[in-house]
């Protein structure tokens, strides 16, 4: 009997996340998402992954990850810090929590290794990282290694959307045939609108730059 392909998606219900789900379970027999609730300040952000976890069927765990709350503060997760509106000049956004995802990716590296999976599949984008240093190939690539030798077993971290821009991202999207679902049902907002989100924010505009982009492409068909 031939093996089942299996995978661990890393979650959050934003756009990104949402459409390598949908990406994952168009190649693997069996995907797991995986959330955590790290104290950020929008808990419709892990509402929203429940609810398309549930609507499709979709097995799926919310991480305890609060720690990290206190150690990286920042606009995510602390009411008193305003999210930056423009990129600054010098260093990271504001929203630029921490040590974020090397911590996901670790602990669902380790979840994984438990469930005999390999496959680990995130979200990020070297072509719209927004300066997070932390959504960079190279980075991705470190980490397999260092995973790989921690625990004495192989992991391929898949990132389908690294080289691709949000205009691209919506075309997968569609290609996919969520498209309806990741515009209306997703929460890429940072200020916890979902859908077209709060239009204000450095996440709403990317996003819906890139929807504009993709709608004007989309038209000329």
């Known amino acids: 009997m031939k093996e089942k392909k299996k995978a661990v998606v890393v979650f959050s219900g934003g756009q990104d996340s949402t459409t390598c789900l949908f990406w994952a379970k168009a190649r693997y027999d069996e995907v797991i998402a995986i959330s955590f609730d790290y104290g950020q300040k929008h808990i419709k952000e892990l509402e929203c992954a429940k609810a398309i976890c549930k609507k499709y069927e979709i097995k799926h765990h919310i ?20 999210v930056d509106k423009e990129a600054p000049e010098e260093g990271t956004p504001n929203s630029f929590v921490d040590g974020r995802n090397l911590l996901f990716l670790s602990f669902v590296a380790v979840y994984a290794k438990q469930q005999g999976i390999h496959d680990i599949i995130t979200g990020v984008s070297q072509s719209d990282f927004s300066g997070y240093p932390d959504c960079r190939d190279v980075f991705i690539k470190s980490l397999v290694t260092t995973l790989d030798l921690a625990m004495d077993y192989h992991f391929e971290i898949i990132t389908p959307l690294m080289w691709i821009d ?14 309806d679902l990741i515009r ?3 929460l890429t907002c940072y200020n916890g609108v979902i859908g077209a989100g709060c239009g204000e924010c450095p996440s709403c505009k990317l996003r819906q730059r890139g929807l504009e982009h993709y709608m004007k492409r989309r038209e000329k068909k």
């Open 63 to 82: 991480m305890d990850l609060n720690l990290l709350n206190q150690l990286a503060p920042n606009s995510l997760t602390r009411a008193d810090i305003a």
């Open 166 to 179: 949000k205009e691209e991202t919506w075309e997968l999207a569609d290609e996919l045939g969520v498209f």
């Open 184 to 186: 209306e049902e997703t």
